[in-house]
């Protein structure tokens, strides 16, 4: 399964094995996050809140993403801090 989070303007594609959680793919999104604004702004932290659908509708970190996203699901959002 691929998931695409978005942070702002930006937006991650995160490659998902099964089983894993809300967690886990907020670690694996920010990782990717971090990446590109490092290249653009150096070292910079980011702290991801929570991820929910563009409708609305927050997703609990401890939710196994089989669950609860569709492959290539485009509606996930980050709300952040950087």
Not at 5 to 25: I, Q, Y
Not at 44 to 54: R, S, T
Request: with cysteine; hydrophobic share 40%; proline share 2%.
């Amino acid at each position: 399964m691929k998931v695409t989070v978005t942070f702002g303007d930006t937006a991650v594609v995160v490659p998902c094995k099964a089983g894993w959680t809300v967690r886990e793919l907020i670690e694996q999104a920010t990782r990717r996050y971090r990446r590109i604004i490092e290249q653009q702004h150096g070292d910079v932290p980011v702290n991801i809140h929570h991820l929910e659908y563009v409708d609305g509708g927050i997703l609990d970190i401890d939710d196994l993403l089989g669950d609860l996203v569709e492959d290539r699901e485009k509606s996930l959002h980050s709300s952040l801090d950087i």
